[in-house]
């Protein structure tokens, strides 16, 4: 009788899909998934409008690698923000979304039987990536409550057969923004072991107060050395268009779009018209966004202190981690079918981040997402303030 493979048949449903449906069935608030419940800035949607009418050329297949003007968004906006010179023609793949950019780094430049060292918790799409390309994960914890990592293990996770290290800063779920000496440190390590570094950097411009977001690859001698994976999905809340990129020194960009083009082969064309307007923006629209986002965590953090839940106020992103052991006696999952069903707001539990040796890190942790509107998240505050009652 014809199955799956058994290079997908471990894998299962994401944890995403099952509170998502367990929020439908009891019309729960859904602070689980990253999604907004908003919409993108108008003019960015008036622009894949315009994009979309002028079928002859958008509404068909793009350039594998990408919209021309596209990268020369992505390439300026890099120079913009990080100076660092990327080449819009050899230097930018586009992809669809940052999974798949994540994706065909992946397969582009790291080979059966290497090691991937992957800083726990983890987005949850990296470890299947790294079993179809038939790597081996080496986890790094970073400890709660402060989500930091410990030198000493680190460097531990570092060898001969180590080919890479997915980095993740501004970092989800914990909402860590790496500082300079960290990143330094992890540098150095990659510079010593000669390893390649996938760096996700969806977040970028979700920083709050005085955290700086800090490219790994502006530090010195690591752009050669680094992808930087990112896209529009997070910074312009248009999820659903899936437009992501990574950028690079050339040679590395080479082995991702080998890999992406027997993947997706090219993204969404008028998405990519409208992606180079939008990251064309000025610098009024980022700020705006930080400050808009900034006050969407002040209401999360209310909303987790009113409920009994101790949380580090996030530097980035729009997640957070909270300690629920006050409130609750069992599990990050146990408490996350409870919360959903009993009291009407939906999360994730983040053991699914991690692996097995290191799960009971995060067993008394959820992940809440606040990008959702002001009344909504207003609403999450007066039920989960029941769990404290």
């Given at each position: 009788?014809?199955?799956?493979?058994n290079r997908v048949a471990p894998f299962g449903?994401?944890?995403?899909?099952?509170?998502?449906?367990?929020?439908?069935?009891?019309?729960?608030?859904?602070?689980?998934?990253?999604?907004?419940?908003?919409?993108?800035?108008?003019?960015?949607?008036?622009?894949?409008?315009?994009?979309?009418?002028?079928g002859a050329v958008n509404n068909q297949y793009?350039?594998?690698?990408?919209?021309?003007?596209?990268?020369?968004?992505?390439?300026?906006?890099?120079?913009?923000?990080?100076?660092?010179?990327?080449?819009?023609?050899?230097?930018?793949?586009?992809?669809?979304?940052?999974?798949?950019?994540?994706?065909?780094?992946?397969?582009?430049?790291?080979?059966?039987?290497?090691?991937?060292?992957?800083?726990?918790?983890?987005?949850?799409?990296?470890?299947?990536?790294?079993?179809?390309?038939?790597?081996?994960?080496?986890?790094?914890?970073?400890?709660?409550?402060?989500?930091?990592?410990?030198?000493?293990?680190?460097?531990?996770?570092?060898?001969?057969?180590?080919?890479?290290?997915?980095?993740?800063?501004?970092?989800?779920?914990?909402?860590?923004?790496?500082?300079?000496?960290?990143?330094?440190?992890?540098?150095?390590?990659?510079?010593?072991?000669?390893?390649?570094?996938?760096?996700?950097?969806?977040?970028?411009?979700?920083?709050?107060?005085?955290?700086?977001?800090?490219?790994?690859?502006?530090?010195?001698?690591?752009?050669?050395?680094?992808?930087?994976?990112?896209?529009?999905?997070?910074?312009?809340?248009?999820?659903?268009?899936?437009?992501?990129?990574?950028?690079?020194?050339?040679?590395?960009?080479?082995?991702?779009?080998?890999?992406?083009?027997?993947?997706?082969?090219?993204?969404?064309?008028?998405?990519?018209?409208?992606?180079?307007?939008?990251?064309?923006?000025?610098?009024?629209?980022?700020?705006?966004?930080?400050?808009?986002?900034?006050?969407?965590?002040?209401?999360?953090?209310?909303?987790?202190?009113?409920?009994?839940?101790?949380?580090?106020?996030?530097?980035?992103?729009?997640?957070?981690?909270?300690?629920?052991?006050?409130?609750?006696?069992?599990?990050?999952?146990?408490?996350?079918?409870?919360?959903?069903?009993?009291?009407?707001?939906?999360?994730?539990?983040?053991?699914?981040?991690?692996?097995?040796?290191?799960?009971?890190?995060?067993?008394?942790?959820?992940?809440?997402?606040?990008?959702?509107?002001?009344?909504?998240?207003?609403?999450?505050?007066?039920?989960?303030?029941?769990?404290?009652?």
């Open positions: 009788m014809p199955t799956m493979s449903t994401t944890i995403f899909t099952e509170i998502n449906q367990l929020a439908l069935q009891h019309n729960a608030i859904n602070l689980g998934q990253g999604r907004p419940d908003f919409d993108g800035p108008a003019d960015v949607i008036e622009a894949a409008m315009k994009a979309l009418q002028n793009a350039p594998g690698l990408g919209a021309v003007p596209l990268r020369q968004a992505i390439a300026a906006h890099a120079q913009r923000f990080y100076n660092l010179p990327v080449d819009p023609n050899a230097g930018v793949v586009v992809t669809a979304g940052a999974t798949e950019a994540v994706f065909s780094s992946v397969m582009g430049l790291i080979d059966r039987g290497d090691e991937v060292i992957l800083i726990e918790p983890y987005f949850d799409s990296y470890v299947p990536n790294l079993v179809m390309a038939g790597a081996t994960p080496i986890y790094v914890p970073l400890h709660p409550p402060t989500w930091t990592l410990d030198p000493d293990e680190l460097k531990a996770a570092f060898n001969s057969k180590t080919r890479a290290i997915i980095l993740n800063t501004p970092q989800n779920p914990t909402g860590r923004v790496f500082t300079r000496e960290e990143l330094t440190f992890i540098a150095d390590l990659c510079k010593e072991h000669d390893v390649t570094v996938i760096s996700d950097e969806v977040y970028e411009h979700l920083i709050f107060d005085s955290a700086q977001h800090i490219p790994i690859a502006s530090l010195p001698d690591m752009f050669e050395r680094t992808v930087t994976v990112s896209s529009l999905g997070k910074t312009f809340s248009v999820t659903g268009w899936k437009i992501g990129w990574v950028y690079g020194a050339p040679e590395l960009i080479k082995g991702v779009n080998q890999a992406h083009q027997f993947i997706t082969f090219a993204a969404n064309h008028p998405g990519q018209i409208a992606a180079a307007y939008a990251l064309s923006l000025p610098g009024t629209y980022f700020e705006e966004f930080q400050t808009m986002y900034a006050a969407k965590r002040d209401l999360m953090m209310s909303a987790l202190k009113g409920a009994g839940l101790k949380a580090r106020t996030p530097e980035g992103t729009y997640f957070v981690m909270a300690d629920f052991s006050d409130v609750f006696d069992g599990d990050d999952l146990e408490f996350a079918r409870y919360l959903t069903s009993e009291v009407g707001v939906a999360c994730i539990p983040p053991t699914f981040f991690y692996s097995t040796e290191h799960a009971h890190m995060a067993s008394t942790q959820a992940r809440f997402a606040f990008c959702k509107s002001d009344g909504m998240l207003q609403q999450a505050a007066e039920r989960l303030a029941t769990l404290a009652r």
